[in-house]
Nanobody
Framework: QVQLVESGGGSVQTGGSLRLSCAAS????????MGWFRQAPGKEREGVAA????????YYASSVAGRFTISEDTTKNMLYLQMNSLKPEDTAIYYC????????????????WGQGTQVTVSS
């Protein structure tokens, strides 16, 4: 079955960087719609970045464009999110997701989810 396992979360200060990883298994990794989402306490889950794996298009939320980079390693079935210039408002649980219906940054569009990893940015 499809499994998505995130890692790499942690606590950093404002301006710091983190790289999140998502290990994917149970499906054909290349040519898949995958994304990173986040959810802060009391807020709706929001799309951060998405990619069509295998060298396809990338999409970013305006709040992270220029600071975050989504990437992949199809040889390892890994999805990554490099997060630079982190801000306190980036604090959230970050989720890896797979298999969307074409709505790249809409959480309701995704079928499969990881368990999430906490990112905390302090000022």
């Amino acid at each position: 079955q499809v499994q998505l396992v995130e890692s790499g979360g942690g606590s950093v200060q404002t301006g710091g960087s983190l790289r999140l990883s998502c290990a994917a298994s149970g499906f054909t990794f290349s040519d898949s719609c995958m994304g990173w989402f986040r959810q802060a306490p009391g807020k709706e889950r929001e799309g951060v970045a998405a990619i069509y794996t295998g060298g396809g298009s990338k999409y970013y939320a305006s709040s992270v464009a220029g600071r975050f980079t989504i990437s992949e390693d199809t040889t390892k079935n890994m999805l990554y999110l490099q997060m630079n210039s982190l801000k306190p408002e980036d604090t959230a649980i970050y989720y890896c997701a797979a298999h969307c219906d074409g709505r790249w940054l809409t959480y309701l569009a995704y079928k499969n989810w990881g368990q999430g990893t906490q990112v905390t940015v302090s000022s």
